[in-house]
């Protein structure tokens, strides 16, 4: 058959992202909430699908989620924007805050979808290494961006995959030298007190993005938020897909949004899980010693360094525990009280 078409060299290769497949009877390897949510806020959620028309088309700016989340978090509804989960939101920002050719920074470790839709829009990323402890060194940051002319920074905090954070203080000063657009991933930011989330207006080139998958616990349901100031949030508004989340997710996210206690207090107690696994973790290395590097944690998770990562990750899975691989280092979701124990257990055993 004669060959009329091909891809082109940006997407030939590329295989879809695939999440661990198999019957585990553990998952700590996705950063999920163990929480699900109160029979009530299900119920609540249930009467609003009755009520839901589905032969119309979805809020196109998602206004009822938008000012729950801003209730929620004490800032401006006006300067929320409604994401396909914040993922959509990283892409949409690259791909419109950006023209080809324009260079983007981010940090090494970091979340690898950063670098991803960066290739697919055909702009220069640069990736500042972090130290060998996985700490920042915030002028080297500020000081590649300066003389690389970036046009936008991107990077989260606290980070996934390392669990560590930058303070308030490294953060404003990254945001107040360089003129880049600072994309600010803050998905982690419920277990952690260092968010700019309520000063988010007041810088001119600063973007805020949050999720709903981590403390809220609507992972399945895909949401996300950016907050900004009113010029680069009409920006958002007018690039993001017209229907870009659909009317049960905003429904679902209305309702527990509105449900604030219930909120802080599954945020209380995924980090009431990761302190406690990782004050286990710590016991273990005391029996242990230098088995593994264990690395502080400011998410709902923990970030450990082993020189066999992969072969304790394969045995983990073989005893029905998944865990995400990440070369020399495992990050392991903090799970339900049990679920820590057996962990900790099969590590024992493994090590």
Do not use: H
């Not at 196109?60 to 978090?73: G, I, K, P, V």
């Not at 970091?110 to 996985?134: A, G, P, Q, W």
């Not at 980070?159 to 930058?166: A, F, M, V, Y």
């Amino acid at each position: 058959m004669k060959i009329l078409y091909q891809l082109n060299s940006k997407i030939k290769d590329l295989k879809p992202y695939e999440p661990l497949k198999g019957d585990f009877r553990i998952r700590l390897d996705a950063n999920e909430s163990f929480l699900s949510l109160p029979t009530n806020v299900m119920t609540e959620i249930l009467d609003t699908l009755v009520q839901t028309d589905f032969n119309r088309y979805p809020d196109s700016l998602a206004l009822n989620s938008c000012r729950a989340f801003a209730a929620y978090y004490g800032v401006n509804p006006e300067l929320v924007t409604a994401g396909n989960g914040s993922d959509e939101l990283i892409s949409v920002l690259i791909s419109t805050f950006l023209m080809k050719g324009d260079t983007v920074v981010t940090l090494s470790p970091d979340f690898t979808m950063y670098r991803f839709y960066s290739s697919l829009v055909e702009v220069r990323c640069i990736e500042v290494v972090k130290k060998s402890n996985f700490t920042v060194d915030v002028d080297e940051l500020i000081t590649v961006v300066n003389q690389t002319s970036a046009k936008m920074i991107l990077f989260s905090n606290p980070c996934n995959p390392t669990s560590l954070g930058l303070t308030r203080e490294e953060v404003r000063k990254i945001i107040n030298s360089v003129s880049a657009l600072v994309v600010l991933d803050e998905a982690y930011m419920d277990f952690w007190d260092q968010s700019l989330l309520q000063e988010a207006d007041q810088y001119d080139n600063l973007v805020i993005l949050r999720t709903c998958s981590k403390a809220i616990g609507l992972a399945a349901l895909r949401i996300g938020f950016a907050v900004a100031n009113e010029t680069i949030t009409s920006a958002i508004r007018a690039v993001k897909s017209p229907y870009n989340v659909n009317t049960l997710t905003q429904s679902a996210a209305s309702v527990i949004l509105s449900n604030s206690e219930i909120l802080k207090e599954a945020s209380n107690q995924i980090v009431c899980s990761r302190i406690l696994l990782s004050q286990q973790l710590e016991n273990l290395l005391k029996r242990k010693p230098n088995r593994f590097v264990l690395f502080p944690s400011c998410t709902n998770f923990v970030f450990l360094r082993l020189n066999d990562a992969k072969s304790v990750y394969e045995q983990l899975l073989l005893k029905g525990i998944a865990v995400r691989f990440m070369g020399d280092c495992l990050r392991i979701t903090a799970g339900a009280p049990q679920e820590n124990t057996e962990l900790i257990t099969a590590l024992e055993q493994i090590l």
